[in-house]
């Protein structure tokens, strides 16, 4: 029997980085896709999100990139499932979400974010686990000065601030219960801000988060001054590489594989490098002033400042987390963190690829 993954979001900048290296543990990856799939752009993109054995075949001489298979999400039904060989599903790995902030797209937020995976739990059964992409945000924006720790447990106090983190919330709430009811074991993966990897370019590009804050750094530096950013300097943002998330992601699936215990809930952000070192490691990376701490002062864009907002949400969290459950199942290799040089290195690419590109249009 073909032993098969579901993933949604698998063609995006972490699911292309999740589906690369969960391809060589099993015999079928299914990709589910919101309209008609485009597998050859799967294939390219998981494909440039490989590590440098890329192309290697397997130990049968086939290539791995063979085992992905798409289907709409409309279109999975049992018999779909086993028009394509899977005779049952091993594991789920839901990474789609809709990302929105505007009220208004409240009911349809929700039907993407809550509706949608409790379907997927019910449609697939995975017999060895269901794995949900949450977000830190579920714990609100935090304060300055509050640094208590959260642990990796449900939570009740909590800061419901947009579509989002309430539906988020409420996926949270709903995969639990109904993994309790059916016995179908649920992980929640609070997720922080993703890098890009910390040695080279993303295989997938991205206009959201850090990627966001190192276009607008660009932006002010082509005007002729540093980006200010009103955030408190002691804070210490959760952070993840990319690369490093989707292996802390395949170490939880090979736990699971082997009937190791799993937790309901794990915090996959670092939250070892301050704001001040983080923004100090930059400069001294790019030799001048780049970004620097302090009341708003460079002029930006309606859309920019929008961006600007969501960034200084995560990067002003007050509060930490303890990652114990995370740490007690994952081996220290397997640990995703992010330290002052890996954090500039980023930053610094990105900083350097937008100046590239700005010069080419102009030319």
């Known amino acids: 029997m073909n032993r098969a993954v579901v993933i949604t979001g698998a063609g995006g900048l972490v699911g292309a980085e999740l589906t690369a290296a969960l391809l060589p543990r099993f015999d079928i990856v299914l990709s589910l896709s919101r309209g008609e799939p485009d597998l ?11 590590p440098s054995a890329a192309g290697d075949p397997a130990p049968d001489g086939s290539d791995p990139l063979d085992r992905l298979r798409a289907l709409p999400v409309s279109g999975l039904t049992p018999q779909a499932l086993a028009a394509l060989g899977v005779g049952e599903v091993a594991q789920v790995w839901n990474v789609a979400a809709e990302l929105s902030y505007d009220n208004a797209l409240l009911q349809a937020t929700m039907e993407a974010n809550a509706a949608a995976p409790l379907r997927l739990l019910d449609l697939c059964r995975p017999t060895e686990g269901f794995f949900q992409f949450s977000t830190v945000g579920v ?30 919330l ?3 709430h709903l995969l639990t219960s109904r993994g309790e009811w059916t016995g179908i074991r649920t992980s929640c993966l609070r997720i922080g801000s993703v890098l890009g990897p910390r040695h080279r370019a993303p295989a997938r590009r991205n206009r959201a988060g850090y990627f966001a804050l190192a276009e607008m750094a ?12 009103d955030i408190d300097p002691d804070a210490t943002p959760p952070l993840v590489h990319v690369e490093e998330l989707a292996a802390a992601c395949a170490a939880l699936s090979d736990r699971a594989a082997a009937g190791g215990s799993l937790g309901t809930y794990y915090h996959l ?3 070892s490098l301050s704001n001040r070192d983080a923004i100090t490691a930059v400069n001294t990376e790019l030799g001048s002033e780049t970004l620097r701490i302090g009341p708003h002062t460079t002029p930006l864009d309606r859309a920019h400042a929008t961006v600007n907002g969501d960034n200084l949400a995560f990067m002003d969290c007050g509060f930490r987390f303890d990652r114990a459950v995370l740490e007690s199942q994952l081996p220290p290799a397997a640990l995703p963190g992010v330290d002052a040089a890996s954090f500039a290195g980023f930053m610094g690419r990105e900083i350097r690829a937008v100046g590239a590109r700005t010069l080419r249009r102009a030319a």
Do not use: F, I
């Open 218 to 229: 660009a932006r002010a530096l082509r005007g002729g001054r540093p980006l200010s950013l």
């Open 40 to 50: 050859p752009r799967l294939r390219a993109a998981v494909a440039a999100a490989r």
């Open 139 to 168: 714990t609100g924006p935090g304060r300055r000065g509050l640094r208590r720790t959260v642990p990796e447990e449900p939570l009740w106090e909590v800061d419901a601030v947009n579509p989002y983190v309430a539906s988020k």
């Open 170 to 172: 409420l996926a949270e």
């Open 269 to 271: 952000g670092d939250q």
